[in-house]
């Protein structure tokens, strides 16, 4: 029945977004999606699609007080992520089966038409047949926990390779890790603990579909639903660990749970070193993020700040209406929880409560915190799906677009575009951060 609500609630607000906008002309004509891959910056040519660049969304704007880009990256701030932490996740990662470096697209023919120098769009979609930048994190923290555990127990820390292998198969089963998700963190927690070879229990709150349920199922894991919202699917994940004896591996971070969150982060800087390689020297002048409880966003903007200091980009956040905990809390100058059902189809970022270990960064490192209305996202995902003019096309989830959405219609506004110093000199990095992990979902939003 929970699931039947939960579908029920993501066709509520298509259907809503269908009838207010029309679905735009009523186009539901489906876009072959062409996935190339390459480990460099690619400006595609090929035939020019019929796209125009109509896109419609409500932005609102907060500028950061405390924030400035000639403040030094704090050692407070690096004991919860900073570039030297990450050389041995990034040396573990690219060890598992199936590594490749993610694609970095320039959109040449957005750019040109919203008057940029760059659009740069970091494509996810293909990460470890996850189809999300969350199967480096979750999974990384995964093998870490059973390292420490292991540690504990016998007196040796294996490494990677001994965990792959099966050297510790049976003293690994006796493991169970566990944490609650909105879909792609889950996914990759159990992802790692089938990998690895140790129990996994996940907690989905009453608004993730059944497909992104289903998918975590299949890698072994036990999912189990609540009633709730996704906050509240973190305190009960949590109480049942302690009553169990689990592993939490959780995203987020609160009191009396902080080290394991900074693993998880350390595995998303595999992506974040790809894009400084590829992008061969230059460093953009804003980077847009989604939100959500700001784990990502610290990752991004964290590594970035201590590798580049004073050169480092401008750093935007964008969150959903009804799921703005960032901006609220930024607003409030403290962390605030955002009260309510957070329903919003930017699944993966409906939540209410700021990460605690990401404020540390967030808090002076983010300089704008920008909030974006629902019909932004299936009109880009739609332009993505067919490719805009010459440029590649993409696979994009609901959860992966408000940044590019965001920035789009900052570019299209004279005020919001001199609030956040955007012009035709501006070099915009964004990050695709998932696919289609929805596939149903995908494709009653995209056609």
């Not at 198969?169 to 889950?186: F, L, P, Q, R």
């Amino acid at each position: 029945m929970a699931a039947l609500k939960s579908q029920s609630r993501a066709r509520t607000l298509l259907s809503n977004l269908i009838s207010e906008q029309d679905w735009l002309c009523g186009s539901f004509r489906g876009a072959a999606i062409a996935l190339k891959r390459s480990l460099s910056i690619l400006p595609i040519v090929k035939k020019a699609s019929t796209a125009m660049l109509d896109l419609t969304g409500r932005l609102t704007h907060f500028a950061n007080p405390k924030a400035d880009t000639k403040l030094a990256y704090s050692q407070s701030q690096k004991d919860v992520l900073c570039v030297a932490a990450s050389v041995d996740a990034i040396r573990d990662i690219k060890t598992w089966p199936g590594y490749a470096v993610t694609p970095l697209y320039s959109f040449e023919s957005l750019a040109a038409d919203v008057d940029l120098a760059r659009i740069w769009y970091k494509d996810e979609s293909s990460r470890f047949d996850l189809k999300s930048f969350k199967a480096l994190g979750g999974a990384y923290a995964v093998a870490r926990q059973l390292q420490l555990a292991l540690e504990q127990k016998m007196g040796i820390r294996p490494d990677i390779a001994d965990l792959l292998n099966g050297s510790w198969k049976t003293e690994v089963a006796e493991i169970v890790v566990s944490c609650a998700t909105d879909g792609n963190h889950g996914r990759s927690v159990a992802w790692g603990a089938q990998m690895f070879g140790c129990g996994c229990v996940i907690y989905v709150h009453r608004d993730v579909t059944e497909g992104r349920k289903q998918a975590m199922e299949a890698y072994d894991a036990e999912v189990i639903r609540i009633s709730g919202n996704y906050d509240e699917s973190v305190r009960q994940a949590d109480a049942d660990a302690k009553a169990h004896g689990r592993i939490i591996v959780s995203d987020t971070s609160y009191e009396g749970y902080m080290e394991i969150p900074k693993d998880v982060a350390l595995g998303y800087t595999v992506m974040l070193a790809e894009i400084v390689e590829q992008l061969d020297g230059e460093i953009p002048t804003h980077v847009f993020i989604q939100g959500g409880v700001g784990g990502l966003a610290a990752a991004v903007f964290g590594y970035f700040w201590d590798l580049w200091g004073e050169k480092r980009p401008r750093f935007v956040v964008v969150e959903p209406e009804k799921a703005n905990c960032l901006q609220q809390s930024a607003r409030a100058g403290k962390p605030v929880v955002v009260e309510g059902d957070l329903e919003t189809l930017m699944a993966g970022l409906a939540c209410g409560e700021v990460s605690l270990l990401a404020w540390k960064i967030l808090e002076t490192g983010a300089d704008d915190f920008m909030t974006l209305s629902e019909d932004a996202i299936p009109l880009t995902m739609r332009m993505l799906a067919k490719g805009y003019r010459h440029d590649q096309a993409v696979e994009a989830g609901e959860s992966g677009v408000p940044g590019l959405a965001a920035a789009i219609r900052a570019r299209q506004s004279g005020e919001f575009s001199a609030a956040l110093g955007l012009d035709r000199d501006s070099t915009v990095l964004v990050l695709g951060t998932e696919g289609a992990t929805d596939p149903e979902l995908y494709q009653q939003l995209v056609g």
